[in-house]
């Protein structure tokens, strides 16, 4: 008897840690770096929304998301390089592959971080251009935290003095801050919207 009690009721603490897992909602960053400075301000995102309890925080490539993992997320922040005044190809191609029909993506956060090479180098066009994008989905697009990351966060990571910083840094402290606040802000977003449902 005591055995089936126990069974019981370690089923019972399962079902509730299922539950309760189901009820968190979950954060994806995808990204694409090629010199480190977009997984740095990644890892930065991860931080910001990894603050807020009760949130699971995915953080992968472009090229490691599945669409499984687009439609199980809360939210989806994208993180690029600034090319040509526009996110990268393999950016461009990534929000390109995204489920469309059906509109798997409706309501869910949308925000965008990204890195330029210098000042007026192209970044909030870049931001806006992704985040145009998400709209077309149905999402429900967010910047940073304050007005100085109104369009999400970006770093500038060449021009002088940012291209200076010390030795074995890849991108300004200022800069991972405002990536820790959009990861914040839109992580506390999506427990409110999840409770909310």
């Given at each position: 008897?005591?055995?089936?009690?126990?069974?019981?009721?370690?089923?019972?603490?399962?079902?509730?840690?299922?539950?309760?897992?189901?009820?968190?909602?979950?954060?994806?960053?995808?990204?694409?770096?090629?010199?480190?400075?977009?997984?740095?301000?990644?890892?930065?995102?991860?931080?910001?929304?990894?603050?807020?309890?009760?949130?699971?925080?995915?953080?992968?490539?472009?090229?490691?998301?599945?669409?499984?993992?687009?439609?199980?997320?809360?939210?989806?922040?994208?993180?690029?390089?600034?090319?040509?005044?526009?996110?990268?190809?393999?950016?461009?191609?990534?929000?390109?592959?995204?489920?469309?029909?059906?509109?798997?993506?409706?309501?869910?956060?949308?925000?965008?971080?990204?890195?330029?090479?210098?000042?007026?180098?192209?970044?909030?066009?870049?931001?806006?251009?992704?985040?145009?994008?998400?709209?077309?989905?149905?999402?429900?697009?967010?910047?940073g935290e304050d007005w100085t990351s109104a369009f999400g966060a970006s770093a500038i990571t060449s021009e002088k003095p940012f291209g200076e910083t010390q030795k074995n840094v890849v991108v300004a402290d200022q800069f991972l801050k405002k990536a820790e606040g959009l990861g914040k802000r839109v992580a506390e977003l999506a427990v409110r919207l999840k409770h909310s449902r």
């Amino acid at each position: 008897m005591r055995k089936l009690h126990g069974s019981l009721l370690l089923v019972f603490v399962l079902s509730l840690n299922l539950s309760h897992a189901q009820q968190q909602p979950t954060v994806l960053i995808a990204y694409y770096s090629v010199n480190g400075h977009t997984k740095s301000m990644a890892d930065a995102v991860a931080k910001g929304a990894r603050a807020v309890k009760n949130v699971t925080v995915k953080v992968m490539t472009v090229g490691e998301v599945k669409k499984d993992d687009l439609i199980s997320a809360d939210a989806i922040i994208v993180g690029s390089p600034v090319h040509n005044a526009n996110a990268t190809p393999e950016v461009v191609k990534f929000i390109a592959s995204w489920p469309f029909a059906g509109a798997p993506l409706f309501n869910k956060i949308g925000a965008v971080f990204v890195t330029a090479g210098g000042i007026s180098a192209g970044e909030e066009l870049t931001q806006m251009n992704i985040l145009h994008s998400m709209l077309l989905f149905g999402m429900v697009v967010v910047g940073g935290e304050d007005w100085t990351s109104a369009f999400g966060a970006s770093a500038i990571t060449s021009e002088k003095p940012f291209g200076e910083t010390q030795k074995n840094v890849v991108v300004a402290d200022q800069f991972l801050k405002k990536a820790e606040g959009l990861g914040k802000r839109v992580a506390e977003l999506a427990v409110r919207l999840k409770h909310s449902r």
